[in-house]
């Protein structure tokens, strides 16, 4: 069954060009002009991942990402202006699963709906990974810290899930590139460090009270296991 992405673009000609390029590789395509349509066609049932333009009227691209991760995880690509740093930072922090910029590659914008729609149906790695007080469960795309659910998107659960399989080890950047989004890293691009510091943010500190991931600079990142901590 072929899977359905939303476009919300108020770019009609730009939904509509992408529209028939998607939908010549084997996706349904829906799409939505404003960011209220964008909401309302989000929450409706069939929609496997949205691509989502920045700016649109009625509500925004961000406003409309603060408002759709309240209670769903559903993937999402941004879609920023070229050089707008700060609007694709903001996305990344409000938990978009990856961004291109515009004018985009319909290519490369179908390379990336698949990663992201792939890693999203796929678990990797063994199916319940136990660090001290986390519990991932890679078939359900679940985490629970001491029995409480913890929302997390797809590209987040990713990196996690990638950290949590070495406790421990530092995880190159590159490795968690391919892990988490499918592709290569870029000169300037700090996806994967947003998709990190929103991991500590919800996941707070460990059971010692110190941070859970440590960054070591030029490398990657490391899942911290304190005293007595296991996998």
């Known amino acids: 069954m072929p899977e359905t992405v939303l476009i919300a673009d108020d ?15 084997g996706f349904e395509v829906r799409f ?6 964008a909401l309302a066609q989000a929450a409706a049932p069939g929609v496997n991942a949205m691509v989502l333009d920045i700016m649109m009227p009625r509500r925004n691209g961000i406003d409309v990402l603060k408002a759709l991760r309240q209670d769903s995880q559903l993937p999402v690509i941004m879609l920023t202006a070229r050089g707008e740093d700060l609007d694709r ?10 961004y291109l910029p515009k004018p985009c590659n319909p290519r490369e914008l179908v390379a990336r709906l698949r990663a992201v ?3 999203a149906s796929t678990p990797g790695g063994p199916a319940l990974v136990e660090v001290e007080d ?3 469960d890679a078939g359900k795309r679940e985490l629970s810290c001491r029995g409480e659910r913890i929302d997390l998107t797809s590209t987040e659960f990713s990196v996690l899930q990638a950290l949590l399989q070495k406790p421990g080890e530092v995880i190159p950047k590159r490795e968690l590139y391919l892990a ?8 300037y691009d700090r996806s994967i460090d947003m998709h990190v510091s929103n991991l500590r943010r919800k ?3 460990n059971p010692q009270g110190e941070p859970r991931i ?4 030029g490398i990657g990142y490391q899942y911290r296991v304190g005293a007595g901590g296991s996998a």
């Open 117 to 119: 729609l792939r890693r």
């Open 180 to 187: 988490a989004l499918g592709r290569e890293p870029v000169r």
């Open 134 to 136: 986390l519990q991932l």
């Open 32 to 37: 939505a002009h404003d960011g209220e349509q």
């Open 203 to 205: 996941l707070g500190p």
């Open 11 to 25: 770019d009609v000609e730009l939904c509509q060009l992408l529209g028939e390029y998607l939908e010549q590789e």
């Open 214 to 217: 440590e960054t070591v600079r």
């Open 89 to 98: 930072i903001l996305g990344l922090e409000l938990g978009a699963d990856d």
